[in-house]
């Protein structure tokens, strides 16, 4: 199998597989691979759906631009993470909708979710931005997770991506809004 490196936004890259159709070997894959793309799937969608938000409640170019990248990225991502199941003939994964997969690393709880639609400037930003840092850490220990324990090298590459440019992305949020205590 091949795999070709697609450039996205922020200089991030999508690994997809180079070959159309049935494998011709069996991908090799083990449970903490399956496990990392079926918890991600909800986790990047969640960030897309909080990059959703930002238009109409902040007038802040820097959390604007910021929320369009993280949109991007995260979709690139998710359909990424979709082809690797489909590939290993594993499930997308368990029924997330309405964001239930709160026991997955770094997830945004429902009562933050509905403060951030009844907010809008600089209450929004403050939010939005420590609620995303909290968010992008989630997304290190998942794929640090994977780094460690995954066997798929394309699984393990997205990992690295995830770890290297989240720690970018955490540290310009930091500089938007400060650190956390």
């Known amino acids: 199998m091949r795999i070709a490196v697609v450039p996205a936004t922020l200089g991030t890259a999508v690994l997809v597989s180079a070959c159309g159709g049935a494998p011709t070997r069996p991908i090799q894959h083990n449970a903490a691979d399956v496990t990392f793309a079926q918890n991600m799937i909800p986790h990047h969608q969640q960030a897309v759906d909080m990059a959703a938000m930002v238009p109409s409640h902040t ?44 026991g997955i690393d770094g997830m945004v709880d429902a009562a933050t979710m509905n403060k951030l639609q009844s907010l809008k400037g600089d209450a929004f930003d403050e939010l939005w931005l420590r609620s995303m840092i909290r968010h992008h850490k989630g ?13 798929d090298p394309t699984a393990m590459k997205m990992a690295k991506m995830i770890v290297d440019w989240q720690q970018i992305e955490i540290g310009r949020m930091n500089a938007l809004v400060g650190p956390l205590e």
């Open 139 to 151: 997304a290190i220990t998942m794929a640090t997770t994977e780094m460690t324990n995954g066997e």
């Open 59 to 102: 007038g802040n170019r820097n959390v604007i631009v910021m929320a369009k990248h993280i949109s991007a990225d995260q979709q690139s991502g998710i359909d990424t993470l979709r082809q690797l199941l489909e590939q290993w003939r594993e499930p997308i994964g368990h029924d997330h909708d309405g964001h239930g997969g709160m």
